[in-house]
């Protein structure tokens, strides 16, 4: 697996977690840096396997950085960390295009479980993103109801311009998998082309 890259400020949580991924994947190639200009050339340079951003640690700086990395590496899995736990913060992530929020105070186990989830090709965030989406009268997830996780991320793909066959080989999957799930969306949100699939994915917000 290529190297892990953790944009946070040194604390012994940061220690921890750089160990427990090293442990997980079996190297020491855990890249650290804690400024997000750092974090961006080390992303842009190593291509890293996953990306932790504890965004509130930069204020906007960080959010920008999560849509940067995002543009630049959209194959790249990136989970975002904080140590604010209201409802906003994990709706600005998403809406940054992070694949997972996380809040680092319930623990480096926790941490541990969102980075499998989006390694995993899902999108992890806390229940209580939905109703807060629901709340602001998004429709990002309650509008959706009918697609899974991995229907989701395979629509914003799709929804970036990504092929069959580029998708296939971010997530892992075989092109034939991609064209069944293709399907299955568009079968799902009553539309006919890829055109009407993509404007569907901006008009709620799902790309940005």
């Given at each position: 697996m290529p190297p892990t890259l953790i944009v946070d400020e040194p604390s012994r949580f940061r220690t921890l977690l750089c160990a427990e991924l090293a442990a997980e994947f079996d190297t020491d190639e855990v890249l650290e840096t804690d400024?997000?200009?750092?974090?961006?050339?080390?992303?842009?340079?190593?291509?890293?396997?996953?990306?932790?951003?504890?965004?509130?640690?930069?204020?906007?700086?960080?959010?920008?950085?999560?849509?940067?990395?995002?543009?630049?590496?959209?194959?790249?899995?990136?989970?975002?960390?904080?140590?604010?736990?209201?409802?906003?913060?994990?709706?600005?992530?998403?809406?940054?295009?992070?694949?997972?929020?996380?809040?680092?105070?319930?623990?480096?186990?926790?941490?541990?479980?969102?980075?499998?989830?989006?390694?995993?090709?899902?999108?992890?965030?806390?229940?209580q993103t939905l109703e807060t989406v629901r709340q602001l009268g998004e429709q990002q997830q309650a509008g959706l109801p009918r697609l899974s996780n991995r229907e989701i991320t395979i629509l914003q793909y799709l929804a970036r311009g990504h092929s069959n066959k580029s998708i296939a080989a971010q997530l892992l999957i075989s092109s034939k998998t991609v064209s069944t799930h293709k399907a299955n969306i568009m079968a799902k949100l009553h539309v006919g082309s890829l055109v009407e699939m993509v404007d569907y994915a901006r008009r709620h917000q799902l790309v940005w």
């Open positions: 400024g997000v200009r750092e974090g961006y050339r080390l992303a842009r340079e190593h291509r890293p396997g996953l990306v932790l951003v504890d965004v509130e640690r930069f204020g906007n700086p960080g959010i920008d950085f999560v849509r940067r990395v995002v543009a630049t590496l959209p194959g790249v899995p990136l989970l975002v960390l904080s140590g604010n736990d209201t409802a906003q913060a994990p709706v600005r992530a998403l809406r940054a295009g992070a694949h997972g929020f996380v809040v680092k105070q319930r623990g480096v186990e926790e941490v541990m479980q969102a980075v499998r989830g989006v390694l995993s090709g899902y999108l992890v965030f806390p229940l």
